[in-house]
């Protein structure tokens, strides 16, 4: 699926990325809240350096798979998406946020992404 997008933030090996960065964000232990940064680089690999914009990828790319491949992929962002919420502090000014829509985009961000 990777390989056949025309959608340029969609590229072989973007997934297993996007997957990685999304859990490396939410490993560090303790029960401290974590605050997504922006990526310091706006090109497609080192976007990925924003956790937000890996969460972006991910339902991209879920709503592209095939029925069991999406069933599966699903199954594994659901359960990062609850420790997301449970490790992230809701925004109170997301609304004038861009991509507010997406619940993930909600959530406080910082400049750096220590608990």
């Known amino acids: 699926m990777e390989r056949l997008s025309a959608d340029c933030d969609v590229y072989p090996g973007v997934t297993d990325r996007a997957l990685r960065r999304y859990r490396a964000f939410l490993e560090p232990p303790g029960r401290r809240p974590r605050y ?3 990526a ?3 090109c497609r ?3 990925l350096d924003d956790v937000r ?3 972006d990828v991910l339902e991209l790319v879920v709503g592209r798979l ?3 491949a999406r ?3 699903e199954r594994r962002v659901a359960a990062l998406d609850a420790l997301y919420l449970g490790r992230t502090l809701p ?3 997301a609304d ?3 991509r507010s829509d997406l619940w993930w985009r909600r959530r406080l961000a910082g400049g750096g992404e220590a608990g």
Do not use: I, M, N, T
């Open 40 to 42: 310091e680089c706006s």
């Open 91 to 93: 925004d109170p000014f």
């Open 36 to 38: 997504p940064r922006d």
């Open 53 to 55: 914009y890996a969460r």
């Open 71 to 73: 069933a599966e992929l």
């Open 96 to 98: 004038r946020q861009w």
């Open 66 to 68: 095939p029925v069991r």
């Open 45 to 47: 690999g080192c976007s």
